[in-house]
């Protein structure tokens, strides 16, 4: 079984540019979800998607942050003005529906540096 | 507000030492406690998980041990190798939902 994709496994960019990552869901998981991993800490959860539906964005900084899960396979999450604090890994997970939780499988992330 | 405290922030051990990792949280809503092991460069991997109404699990050389009425549950590393070296995190479910709340993580280094 494949994992979760994601791309580019690195960016640098300078603060109030923008900037974009792309995640490929295990094949048949209805439940995406992108978590930023600051140095030092655990994930914290961004956005969560059904199929293409929005579950949970409570945490998503709204102002700068979007994500969109177009026919509910792949997703983007980009960035529009970067800030310094931005910098951090960026998770994708993806979980079969109705699993709670159980079957949560992370990509490697995108580690975004802004500078 | 941190929901999962985690504790050590980093621990050495010794080949064939049993490391143990503490979490402790609040939310009585929360219904479902993994732990994930990650390595650098790579995502979070799921290591093993425990529901509240057990007090212990056992994989291999990895358990969970939770204590319901504190609050709290830990890991245990039996028979700790240098491959084990890794950041390990705690995380808690909120019940009725998919959203994992994590803690900050250990460091744990086994030497040879």
């Known amino acids: 079984e494949a994992g979760v994709a994601q791309s580019p496994r690195y960016k640098i960019i300078e603060k109030r540019q923008s900037v974009a990552f792309w995640c490929n869901p295990i094949s048949g998981h209805a439940t995406l979800y992108w978590y930023q991993q600051i140095l030092g800490q655990g994930p914290k959860l961004l956005i969560q998607?059904?199929?293409?539906?929005?579950?949970?964005d409570s945490q998503l900084p709204k102002d700068r942050f979007s994500a969109e899960r177009l026919k509910g396979v792949d997703s983007t999450l980009k960035i529009q003005p970067a800030k310094l604090e931005d910098s951090a890994v960026y998770l994708c997970?993806?979980?079969?529906?109705?699993?709670?939780?159980?079957?949560?499988?992370f990509g490697s992330g995108t580690r975004l540096t802004v500078v | 507000q941190q929901q999962v405290k985690q504790s050590p922030q980093s621990l050495i051990v010794q080949k064939g030492g049993i490391p143990i990792i503490n979490c402790a949280y609040e939310n009585t809503a929360f219904d479902y406690f993994p732990w994930y092991q990650q390595f650098p460069g790579k995502g979070p991997a799921l290591l093993i998980a425990i529901r509240p109404d057990v007090s212990e699990k056992k994989e291999g050389r990895f358990t969970i041990s939770f204590n319901k009425s504190a609050k709290q549950f830990s890991l245990h590393i039996m028979d700790s190798q240098p491959g084990d070296s890794a950041t390990y995190f705690c995380a808690a479910r909120q019940g009725g939902s998919e959203k994992l709340v994590f803690g900050k993580g250990t460091k744990l280094t086994v030497n040879p």
């Open positions: 997970a993806s979980s079969l529906l109705g699993t709670g939780g159980y079957g949560y499988t």
């Open positions: 998607f059904q199929n293409n539906g929005v579950v949970d």
